[in-house]
């Protein structure tokens, strides 16, 4: 039985950037199978966050009814949602009171966001999955280092993963990738943008190098301006819905 009265994540109130085209609520939950050098929700991550810097699913769910009649969406991130035990239990509760929900996922998890998608119960109204870098290059955010003969395995799952959200309307999803030197050249946009749909939005951001989880990559100063243009504009030539954010 889980306690929602235990701290379960960060808790933005209102937000108009988390979910596109709606006044929403955001949560960012605990825990992430991943462990990407410039994740700067280290906190979170870890599990290192202090307690009473977190909000409880019993908090989420009395603001939520609180505020139905004025937000309309709900954005789940973290960390990595699919890892977290209340996952379910939040998308519950908000259809059931009428609130879109829209999911960030990693996309590492195609299992379980398969059985999202086909739960009309559980099914995300809106999906934006991160695709860090080439899908063969996964071992370089991963917790355990996978060995040379699962590379593969992780770029078939990324592949897996963007196919599932595919399956979506256009306008239900999105792929997003952060611009960080040495994992995302023009290479790896090219065989980024080749797993992805071609009406893909496809959403970019420039590093920061500020409270990475790997300190090492404080120290790595983000790509200049020319330089996020040439990459943009090469992903805009494979997907036409390529931005920067």
């Not at 979170?44 to 989420?60: G, K, Q, R």
């Not at 009171?97 to 999202?116: A, F, H, Q, Y």
């Not at 306008?171 to 946009?189: A, H, K, M, N």
């Not at 300190?215 to 036409?240: G, M, Q, T």
Request: with cysteine.
């Amino acid at each position: 039985m889980l306690d929602f009265t235990k701290p379960a994540g960060v808790l933005v109130k209102t937000t108009l950037v988390d979910y596109p085209g709606h006044v929403a609520a955001a949560i960012f939950l605990k825990g992430c199978n991943l462990r990407c050098p410039y994740c700067y929700n280290t906190g979170l991550v870890l599990n290192t966050e202090p307690d009473d810097e977190l909000s409880s699913v019993n908090d989420l769910f009395e603001h939520l009814e609180k505020r139905k009649n004025v937000i309309s969406a709900l954005a789940i991130s973290g960390g990595e949602p699919l890892v977290n035990p209340y996952l379910k239990d939040i998308i519950r509760k908000a259809k059931s009171i009428g609130i879109s929900v829209k999911m960030d996922t990693n996309g590492m998890l195609p299992d379980r966001l398969e059985s999202l998608i086909q739960d009309p119960e559980l099914k995300p109204d809106f999906i934006a999955m991160d695709i860090k870098t080439s899908p063969d290059r996964y071992a370089e955010t991963m917790l355990a280092k996978p060995l040379p003969s699962e590379k593969k395995v992780m770029a078939d799952i990324i592949a897996r993963s963007a196919a599932l959200i595919g399956t979506y309307p256009a306008s239900q999803r999105e792929f997003r990738t952060v611009l960080v030197p040495g994992l995302v050249g023009e290479e790896d946009i090219r065989n980024m943008a080749s797993v992805l749909p071609k009406d893909a939005s496809w959403q970019f951001a420039n590093f920061r190098n500020k409270s990475c989880l790997n300190p090492d990559y404080n120290n790595i100063p983000p790509y200049l301006d020319r330089d996020v243009e040439k990459l943009v504009n090469l992903a805009k030539s494979l997907i036409p819905g390529a931005s920067l954010r």
